[in-house]
């Protein structure tokens, strides 16, 4: 996750600049590390902020809703999910205890073509700061999930807010599948195969340190991913779900930039060769699809039209506009 990010969702809580800074201290952490935009803190170190945070607002809501929500909110959720057979039962369960407790949260489970969605938004004014904070609460319900039956749960697909564009990808892409930027709040999907698996967790007492090793997993599993298919089919995935920042792509798997650079000039390509083949590929398709040169450069992350047509025109020879004559499709 982005410092700046992290920064936001503590400011928006109530903290002062001097709080914000004992609460750095508290949790072991830089506070540049918080202002820096292009700063991405490991996911570790994010949940000791929020865990700090949590405890020293006395408030498992981070000061973002309209009231505190106690701070063993999500443990009593998790104890109500272990007495349910199945991983399905499990959410379910899970769902409703924290539609009971947090009133602030819809959570809402919806199967779908075998499939198991659950989503997560507050209920009313999602602000970026309960965007980012919702992403946080996805990711580490998912490791409780995960605990409960004792092993990684695959996750089909994730979506978070059209608003967070690429930057949310370094902790949704902890998930291991495809990211898709839409609507707000979170939803996480789950296949079939993992539904029917029975819950077999640890002691209760176990469940907060087990969770952190969980999201180490996570990250190893990430890594791993990355060796086995990889570095260019990792970048060029990342591209495909709507992330064109180098940084983000980089922090994403684990690595710096430099290391990023290193991989892929190793295999002879680089960031920008990938970055551009993915973007013209998709560029082709949105123009097929009949869609305006204003929408295929939002969608395509370019800062404005300009660019894009500027980009388009370096790799084909010619104008979007012209291509388009050519094959006579019509916005």
């Known amino acids: 996750m982005r410092g700046v990010d ?7 809580g109530g903290h002062s600049p001097e ?13 540049n590390a918080l202002r820096a935009s292009n700063s991405y803190l490991p996911i570790k170190i994010v949940w000791r902020v929020f865990s700090a945070n949590v405890a020293y607002l006395k ?5 973002l809703g309209g009231q505190q929500l106690f701070t063993g909110a999500t443990e009593l959720m998790t104890a109500r999910a272990m007495q349910e057979p ?8 899970f769902a409703s205890a924290s539609n009971a407790i947090a009133s602030e949260l819809e959570v809402r489970v919806v199967r779908r073509h075998g499939d198991m969605r659950l ?5 009313n004014n999602m602000t970026t700061a ?10 580490f319900w998912h490791c409780t999930f995960c605990w409960l039956i004792g092993e990684l749960a695959p996750v089909v697909r994730v979506s978070t807010s059209s608003s967070r564009g690429g930057v949310g990808y370094h902790l949704m892409g902890s998930f291991g599948c495809p990211v898709v930027f839409k609507g707000s709040g979170i939803e996480l999907v789950y296949g079939k195969d993992v539904l029917a698996r029975a819950i077999a967790p640890p002691p209760l007492s176990n469940w907060r340190s087990d969770v952190i090793l969980i999201v180490e997993d996570l990250i190893h599993a990430i890594r791993e991913d990355v060796d086995r298919g990889g570095v260019v089919e990792y970048t060029q995935r990342a591209l495909l779900n709507g992330v064109t920042d180098q940084n983000t792509i980089a922090a994403s798997a684990g690595m710096s930039v430099a290391t990023l650079r290193r991989r892929l000039a190793d295999v ?14 998709q560029a082709m398709l949105l123009i097929h699809q009949g869609k305006t040169i204003d929408e295929i450069a939002e969608q395509l992350g370019y800062s404005e039209p300009r660019s894009f047509r500027r980009a388009f025109q370096r790799r084909f020879g010619e104008s979007p506009s012209e291509y ?8």
């Open 19 to 31: 709080s914000i800074r004992h609460l750095c201290s508290l949790a072991g952490v830089s506070e």
């Open 119 to 123: 989503s997560l938004v507050f209920r």
């Open 268 to 281: 002879g390509t680089s960031f920008r060769a990938i970055k551009e083949d993915e973007l013209a590929a």
């Open 324 to 331: 388009r004559s050519r094959f006579h499709i019509i916005p």
């Open 59 to 63: 408030d498992s809501l981070s000061g």
């Open 86 to 93: 199945t991983f399905s039962k499990a959410i379910v369960a």
């Open 6 to 12: 992290l920064y936001t969702v503590l400011a928006a």
């Open 130 to 139: 309960r965007q980012i904070f919702l992403e946080v609460v996805a990711l």
